[in-house]
């Protein structure tokens, strides 16, 4: 099966921020980043439901190189990736508690 994956506008300022911050650390260091993302993106694709529910309902993955958890959900067909989050953050408070999909 074809999932389709669907980035909230909130994962996306998740993903800008944490791509700025690492370009300033390191020359080229976002892009490593962003390819990260793009890999756990092409994974959803493929296989969304590989990863088990993790909290309320939410799936992660882990970014092997970064301390960055991708949260998403599944409805139907379709992964939808709600929050970006580094590791050290409490997600609870930052992944929505009513759900507006």
């Known amino acids: 099966m074809k999932w389709v994956v669907f ?31 793009s890999r756990a993106i092409k994974v959803l694709e493929t296989d969304a439901t590989r990863f088990p529910i ?27 990736i709600f929050r970006v989050l580094h590791a050290k953050r409490n997600h609870r408070y930052r992944l929505p508690p009513n759900l507006d999909i």
């Not at 309320?56 to 409805?75: M, Q, S, T, V």
């Open 7 to 37: 980035i909230r506008p909130r994962a996306e300022e998740d993903i800008f921020e944490a791509r700025n911050w690492y370009d300033q650390q390191q020359a080229n260091l976002g892009s490593r980043f962003l390819h990260e993302v």
């Open 54 to 80: 993790y909290y309320k309902g939410f799936r992660r993955i882990l970014l092997p190189r970064f301390p960055y958890k991708l949260f998403y959900l599944i409805e139907g067909n379709r992964a939808i």
